[in-house]
């Protein structure tokens, strides 16, 4: 569905390389997950992949269409974005998720699309808080609003930039099986960057580790060796086996 072949980029005509040679597929119904150092490039490969960069060279298919030429209200029905930073004004939890609707309707929105906001809100558990302020709410209660608004896109690819960083322990488990629940059931691919690699373990069908904008190493499970770790986070860890689960041992800086 997602296929990103020998992408590369750069902020200015005779800049360095930010992305160089970045090659990525992903099919409808996986998980991706994006792995690398703060400053790696994961970012900057959203930002292409949704358009709000231009490739320096390569190209971006999605569906086999060519993504960087579709028309931007074409991409907001495809390709739903949660990122780091969110902000959404002094508008209500249901009017911020009713947003995610834009790329649907023209002057007001429809039945059909209030209803879609109205499941969503109950599948995110936000319906308590719809009314409120979004600006009053906690930062990981805007985080799920966040999310929620992405879910109302009703995208084929979804992309997450640390979703769950805000995110308590439960909240943080909530909002994954939500994704991967979307993912499962209605083949929506979703490339998500996380920070935590144990969490990315048992979210993630594939895995993308990125260094000095290139992608070093990609698979599955396999890939999560202390070889490719010290390679891409220049940190010491153990993986041992609990039960029938891989556990990774260690400290990671960023």
């Not at 979210?203 to 599955?220: C, L, Q």
């Amino acid at each position: 569905m997602l296929s990103v072949e020998n992408l590369s980029f750069r902020y200015r005509r005779r800049g360095p390389m930010v992305l160089d040679g970045i090659d990525l597929e992903l099919n409808g119904g996986e998980i991706g997950i994006l792995l690398g150092r703060n400053g790696s490039g994961k970012t900057t490969l959203f930002r292409n992949i949704l358009g709000i960069c231009t490739p320096s060279g390569g190209a971006i298919r999605f569906g086999g269409e060519d993504f960087i030429r579709l028309p931007r209200r074409e991409k907001a029905r495809r390709v739903a974005y949660v990122p780091q930073d969110i902000r959404f004004g002094a508008l209500s939890v249901y009017d911020s998720v009713l947003l995610g609707r834009v790329a649907y309707f023209g002057y007001r929105a429809s039945r059909a699309d209030h209803a879609v906001v109205e499941r969503i809100l109950a599948e995110m558990r936000l319906e308590a808080c719809a009314r409120r302020n979004v600006e009053e709410l906690s930062g990981g209660e805007r985080q799920k609003v966040a999310i929620a608004r992405a879910m109302a896109q009703e995208p084929r690819l979804m992309i997450f930039d640390e979703p769950t960083g805000n995110l308590d322990i439960a909240n943080e488990q909530q909002v994954l099986e939500e994704a991967r629940k979307l993912a499962r059931s209605k083949g929506i691919a979703i490339l998500s960057a996380l920070h935590d690699l144990n969490q990315a373990m048992a979210f993630g069908d594939r895995f993308f580790f990125i260094k000095a904008g290139k992608i070093r190493y990609a698979g599955g499970r396999d890939c999560f060796t202390p070889e490719v770790i010290k390679d891409i986070f220049d940190a010491d860890i153990k993986i041992v086996e609990i039960g029938n689960q891989s556990i990774i041992l260690g400290g990671i800086s960023q």
